[in-house]
């Protein structure tokens, strides 16, 4: 292996992990917040996608990137707290609610992924690129658009940290993550708090789709993939820290681009599945899990 090819692939990695943590994460924070696993997450990543697309494309409204993309963040914060209080508010005191989560999250994911067939039709898409050009550091090669990518999701994950630790509504989350019986003693709006749970994850989903519809085609079932890396990941690093699911996702990610190169595309998933399998069976709680479950 030349240091070029090897470059290529640590390349690779470290923008798959990137997208990985930032999907995962917004998948933990809800997982965390109200104990469920939120199927429509991969959805929402297509709806940002497109509102991306149709808001910002030249083809479409031709508003440009920048205004497309922060317009399909502010629109799915408010999906993602519309669907709360359609699919999950409604059953949050039921004793089986994580059975009924599943089935009311994943009939909102078919729901989001109809209505995109309907409006945009089957035909792929795909974003225009924030920025054009390459840059080159130390025989490595990446795109400015990879740059900004690589930026953008490093800056919000520190915002988002930084909310969680900082900011009285962020503790409140956690405090709610903690324990909501508790929570709802002290005066915490826990209905409220699980909103925003859903907005800032659906928020994270829909710049991940901005991003991945402006390196790769975009298709209505295109969130299917990213919800099972997401998926991968959580399992993979647990959600016992804020950083698990960021740690784990760098790993997942260098893991898939080696698996690519070495073993092709179509070995990669069970390769992936392999390692997940492998680490609960030694770690049930995660790589980087522990016996409780916090934000």
């Given at each position: 292996?030349?240091l070029?090819?090897?470059?290529?692939i640590l390349?690779?990695?470290?923008?798959?992990g990137?997208?990985?943590a930032?999907m995962?994460?917004?998948?933990?924070?809800?997982?965390?917040?109200?104990?469920?696993?939120?199927?429509?997450?991969?959805?929402?990543?297509?709806?940002?996608?497109?509102?991306?697309?149709q808001?910002?494309?030249?083809?479409?409204?031709?508003?440009?990137?920048?205004?497309?993309?922060?317009?399909?963040?502010?629109?799915?914060?408010a999906?993602?707290?519309?669907?709360?209080?359609?699919?999950?508010?409604?059953?949050?005191r039921?004793?089986?609610?994580?059975?009924?989560?599943?089935i009311?999250?994943?009939?909102?994911?078919?729901?989001?992924?109809?209505?995109?067939?309907?409006?945009?039709?089957?035909?792929?898409?795909?974003i225009?690129?924030?920025?054009?050009?390459?840059?080159?550091l130390?025989?490595i090669?990446?795109?400015w658009?990879?740059?900004?990518?690589?930026?953008?999701?490093a800056?919000?994950?520190?915002?988002?940290?930084?909310?969680?630790?900082?900011?009285?509504i962020?503790?409140?989350?956690?405090?709610?993550?903690?324990?909501?019986?508790a929570a709802?003693?002290?005066?915490?709006?826990?209905?409220?708090?699980?909103?925003?749970?859903?907005?800032?994850?659906?928020?994270?989903?829909?710049?991940?789709?901005?991003?991945i519809?402006?390196?790769?085609?975009?298709?209505?079932?295109?969130?299917a993939?990213?919800?099972?890396?997401?998926?991968?990941?959580?399992?993979?690093g647990?959600?016992?820290?804020?950083?698990?699911?960021?740690?784990?996702?760098?790993?997942?990610?260098?893991?898939?681009?080696?698996a690519?190169f070495?073993?092709g595309?179509?070995?990669?998933?069970a390769?992936?599945?392999?390692?997940?399998?492998?680490v609960?069976?030694v770690?049930?709680?995660?790589?980087?899990?522990?016996?409780?479950?916090?934000?």
């Open positions: 292996m030349t070029e090819t090897l470059g290529f390349t690779g990695g470290l923008v798959l990137a997208l990985y930032l995962a994460t917004g998948l933990a924070v809800v997982w965390t917040t109200l104990g469920i696993f939120n199927f429509a997450h991969g959805a929402f990543i297509a709806v940002g996608a497109y509102a991306a697309w808001i910002g494309a030249g083809d479409a409204w031709g508003f440009g990137a920048l205004a497309g993309a922060i317009a399909a963040v502010a629109i799915l914060a999906l993602g707290a519309g669907l709360h209080q359609a699919l999950v508010r409604p059953f949050e039921q004793p089986n609610i994580v059975l009924i989560s599943v009311t999250t994943l009939a909102g994911a078919q729901i989001l992924e109809n209505l995109l067939i309907l409006i945009w039709g089957p035909r792929p898409k795909q225009e690129a924030f920025v054009g050009g390459e840059a080159r130390a025989g090669t990446l795109s658009n990879e740059v900004v990518l690589l930026a953008t999701i800056l919000t994950l520190l915002a988002l940290g930084g909310f969680l630790r900082t900011n009285p962020g503790r409140s989350m956690r405090a709610v993550a903690q324990n909501r019986e709802q003693l002290l005066g915490l709006d826990v209905p409220r708090l699980y909103a925003l749970s859903f907005a800032l994850s659906a928020a994270m989903a829909g710049l991940a789709g901005v991003f519809g402006a390196t790769r085609f975009m298709s209505p079932t295109m969130g993939d990213p919800l099972l890396k997401a998926l991968i990941v959580v399992i993979f647990g959600v016992a820290r804020f950083t698990s699911p960021i740690y784990a996702a760098f790993i997942v990610g260098m893991v898939e681009a080696f690519s070495y073993a595309l179509y070995w990669t998933p390769i992936l599945f392999a390692l997940m399998i492998g609960l069976v770690a049930p709680e995660g790589l980087f899990g522990r016996k409780s479950r916090t934000v």
